[in-house]
């Protein structure tokens, strides 16, 4: 079937940190592969995203890659801000399953000055 | 912009009460989906919809039904509320493998 597994928060950072959260997926079939983040109070914004192997998604500074051979896309950033405390969701989306999401447990990050 | 809308951010209602949670998408999408969002657990599929009319179980349907009359309005209904559905409870529409977000309704079931 299909899941992802994401590290477990929470991750506390200072600001200008490096910033690694794992994610590994299983799937049935040719997944794409999403970040989601969550901000306090909101829902979900699409973060980055990649729709097959080696593809890298990138915005706001944040970058994953399509890792086929070790099932993984695991979300980096530079140098992280207080802005960027949130919850960060690994999530995948199969056309075998009908189009149905399917999301990591997520990572609480907070960044502090 | 893809909009989509939940009719409540913040809902308290009293156990045995039915409860409806509404959401709009003003793009058109053919998905929908319901899910809820718990500490530890994170997303949990209860229900989607590819059409209108048409709905499949997620993971977690036991206690929950849902309605789609239109294809813009997915609507989630709590037959009778019980304490262990307060949740964050998160609607989302789906086109090309990208899905969007509604703010969340988050119910207190008293």
């Known amino acids: 079937g299909n899941s992802v597994t994401q590290m477990e928060g929470p991750v506390t950072l200072s600001e200008e940190a490096f910033l690694t959260i794992n994610c590994t997926y299983t799937?049935?079939?040719?997944?794409?592969l999403f970040w989601y983040v969550q901000y306090p109070g909101e829902g979900l914004q699409l973060l980055l995203k990649?729709?097959?192997?080696?593809d890298k998604g990138s915005n706001k500074g944040f970058e994953a890659t399509y890792r086929k051979e070790t099932t993984s896309f695991h979300l980096e950033k530079g140098s992280v801000q207080v802005s960027d405390s949130a919850v960060y969701f690994c999530?995948?989306?199969?056309?075998?399953?009908?189009?149905?999401?399917?999301f990591g447990t997520g990572t609480s990050l907070t960044v502090i000055p | 912009d893809v909009k989509v809308t939940q009719s409540s951010r913040y809902l308290v209602k009293r156990t045995g009460e039915k409860v409806f949670l509404e959401c709009v998408q003003d793009?058109?999408?053919?998905?929908m989906f319901w899910y809820r969002q718990d500490p530890g657990l994170g997303l949990r599929l209860i229900y989607f919809?590819?059409?209108?009319?048409?709905?499949e179980k997620g993971d977690i349907p036991e206690g929950y039904s849902v309605s789609r009359e239109k294809k813009e309005r997915f609507s989630l209904i709590l037959e009778s509320a019980s304490t262990n559905q307060t949740s964050m409870y998160l609607c989302?529409?789906?086109?090309?493998?990208?899905?969007?977000f509604g703010q969340g309704t988050r119910l207190t079931v008293v």
């Open positions: 919809s590819y059409d209108v009319k048409m709905k």
């Open positions: 799937a049935t079939g040719y997944p794409s």
């Open positions: 989302a529409s789906s086109y090309h493998r990208e899905a969007f």
């Open positions: 999530a995948l989306s199969d056309h075998d399953t009908g189009n149905q999401f399917y």
């Open positions: 990649a729709t097959k192997a080696d």
């Open positions: 793009m058109d999408h053919e998905n």
